[in-house]
């Protein structure tokens, strides 16, 4: 089905689920105009409960209407599920301040050394490597150039990483923490490694974690990246002062909508190398 068709047929299931008896028809038109102002008419809500029908997910009770099924009531919990679970993402990558930067480097310390280790351990371990040292040397070629800012180059590596995982559980974790929702906090980040003079270390860090995983050595390659996380953690935490926080924070909310952040859809973007 297409996706209105999908929506309001969950829409539907949501009306029956939470109805003490069998709706007809009428009566479930009713609650979804009542509760979602869905605009549709009786014959569609009619056409879509035959379908439903037809999926196994509502049932005919008599002359009474219709009724969820066993798998009825289990997709509209995977439904519910599904945007509790899009609800905390959203929430998730709306990092506005400080703290919240430390908390996301904490996230992704857990995760990524997994998905390094990941990474020496398949079997086109060097391919893998081959393609991270390629962004390495790029990364490398940025501090011989100073007009270019290389924001999305150790970005692109971390995500090169974490593809290489097949833990459907650390993928779900990777997604949240390397979501593209965040790239802004890559400059906030600039920032940070900028005041302490430390960009190249992270090219000499980067090229380790990429040696490890073509050579296969899967706990060398978990320890780079967490002593890599380290590292960036401890720089974000000594840099963040009572001074210098707003300065961070106006970066991680520029462009986003809310009091907190600072809309500039249509605008010039922030230099934050100044």
């Known amino acids: 089905m297409v996706k209105v068709e999908e929506r309001s047929a969950d829409a539907i299931l949501e009306v029956l689920?939470?109805?003490?008896?069998?709706?007809?028809?009428?009566?479930?038109l009713q609650a979804l105009k009542h509760g979602t102002g869905l605009d549709i008419s009786e014959a569609t809500v009619a056409r879509r409960l035959r379908l439903l029908d037809r999926r196994g997910f509502t049932v005919a009770a008599g002359t009474k209407g219709r009724m969820l099924t066993s798998a009825g009531r289990q997709h509209v919990a995977a439904v519910l599920r599904g945007r509790t679970t899009a609800t905390l993402f959203a929430e998730g990558t709306q990092v506005r301040t400080s703290e919240g930067l430390i908390d996301l480097l904490r996230a992704r310390r857990t995760v990524e050394p997994e998905a390094a280790r990941e990474a020496a351990l398949r079997p086109d371990n060097r391919s893998s490597a081959q393609a991270l040292t390629r962004l390495v040397e790029r990364h490398g070629r940025h501090f011989a150039d100073v007009h270019e800012v290389p924001r999305d180059i150790a970005l692109t590596f971390h995500r090169r990483v974490a593809r290489c995982t097949r833990n459907p559980i650390v993928?779900?974790?990777?997604?949240?923490v390397l979501d593209p929702a965040l790239d802004r906090l890559?400059?906030?980040?600039?920032?940070?490694?900028?005041?302490?003079?430390?960009g190249e270390v992270t090219v000499t860090e980067h090229q380790r974690i990429a040696d490890a995983i073509a050579a296969g050595r899967a706990d060398a390659a978990e320890e780079a990246m967490r002593a890599h996380m380290d590292r960036l953690l401890d720089e974000a935490g000594r840099f963040l002062t009572e001074e210098t926080a707003p300065i961070v924070e106006r970066l991680l909310t520029w462009g986003m909508p809310g009091p907190?952040?600072?809309?500039?859809?249509?605008?010039?973007?922030p230099d934050a190398d100044h």
């Open 17 to 28: 689920a939470g109805a003490p008896e069998p709706l007809g028809a009428r009566q479930v």
């Open 171 to 176: 993928k779900a974790m990777l997604d949240v």
């Open 186 to 198: 890559e400059a906030a980040l600039d920032v940070v490694l900028d005041s302490h003079r430390s």
């Open 260 to 269: 907190t952040g600072h809309d500039t859809r249509g605008g010039p973007e």
